[in-house]
């Protein structure tokens, strides 16, 4: 088995080797990880080795990850960190708030992070900007009114003249009275028409045409109950899923070691208790004030590995996908869940 190099002793000013390291977990080649391997003090290392270690550590394949939780503890002038590999970056969270969460590095900028004391060069989180509907809209009303001059009534030009009132024919003796011309008598249905009076003729062709669609509506009915029965049209093919289920026995005993557990959240996210059981189900509760359950849920789940990166993930059936970050930490609905002793 290859060893590393032994670092050399630090100097007295504590810059030619500014990084103390120890692993945890893994062995000093990082071919074999689990918790048999004993922890290795590998002594203060210059910037050069320092970066070819780290480079070497975030390659290790996410496969392995699940035999064990393999960690640097690196000391150097910003302070005491934890690092774990994440399919070729480093997560790195203080030593002393196991609460906050990971900062995801590539391994050629993590040597400048912890060697340095500026609060700046840590990567920011964006503040998010949250506005409610009813300000903008306020705000939009607001704008507009203050653009969009008044509108002036439009001028009537013109004046409707009085209709005069119809004459009344008869109550004036001056004025000569209207002239009705009595219309001819209907002749009833019934009634004979006078002889030599011409018989309008029948529509045939009225008469076909109806006959005729008749004929076609009664034909197509026939079929579409009597006739041949249509074979059915394939299915198109499903599309590809984003994940694939851990089968290997060894594998999902090893996940389920390492995963099952109440896992709780604190702070301004709220109140929230993630139970992961032993026979495949899981329970998650929600509580409001004063200890109010708002939201309670069960359902089971399953191992996966997401084809993108072959991060183990929790399947489940009715609250989605948990992210599982490591032995001790959950990600679910972009909430960390941290496991309670």
């Known amino acids: 088995m290859a060893t590393l190099p032994s670092s050399p002793s630090p100097s007295p000013s504590g810059r030619d080797a500014p990084f103390r390291v120890t692993t945890r977990e893994v062995s000093l080649d990082f071919s074999a990880v689990g918790p048999d391997q004993s922890p290795q003090d590998l002594g203060a290392l210059d910037p050069g080795a320092f970066r070819t270690l780290i480079e070497k550590f975030a390659a290790i394949a996410p496969v392995k990850l699940i035999d064990g939780d393999p960690q640097l503890v690196v000391t150097a002038k910003r302070g005491r960190f934890f690092v774990l590999p994440s399919n070729g970056k480093l997560l790195l969270r203080p030593a002393h708030a196991p609460e906050q969460p990971y900062l995801k590095f590539e391994p050629a900028e993590l040597p400048a992070f912890l060697d340095t004391l500026d609060q700046s060069a840590q990567s920011p989180i964006p503040a998010k900007n949250f506005q409610t509907l009813i300000g903008s809209a306020a705000a939009v009303v607001a704008d507009r009114g203050a653009t969009i001059p008044p509108t002036r009534a439009a001028p009537i030009y013109a004046t409707i003249p009085p209709t005069p009132a119809a004459p009344i024919y008869g109550l004036f003796p001056d004025r000569p009275a209207a002239t009705v011309t009595p219309s001819p008598p209907r002749v009833p249905p019934t009634a004979t028409l006078p002889v030599g009076s011409p018989r309008r003729p029948l529509n045939r062709r009225l008469a076909l045409a109806g006959g005729l669609l008749l004929a076609l509506t009664a034909t197509a009915s026939l079929w579409l109950l009597f006739g041949p029965a249509r074979a059915p049209r394939p299915l198109p093919p499903a599309p590809p899923t984003e994940f694939e289920p851990v089968r290997s026995p060894e ?18 996210a709220g109140e929230r208790v993630l139970e992961i059981r032993e026979d495949g189900t899981i329970h998650y509760q929600v509580f409001g004030s004063s200890l109010a359950r708002t939201t309670n849920r069960k359902g089971t789940y399953t191992f996966a590995l997401r084809h ?8 489940t059936n009715g609250l989605g996908t948990i992210e599982i970050r490591d ?15």
């Open 308 to 315: 993108a990166n072959d991060d183990v993930v929790l399947r």
């Open 327 to 341: 032995e001790k930490h959950l990600s679910f609905q972009q909430v960390v869940f941290t496991r309670l002793p």
């Open 251 to 268: 594998q999902l005993a090893k996940l389920r070691k390492r995963t099952v557990g109440t896992y709780a959240t604190s702070g301004d």
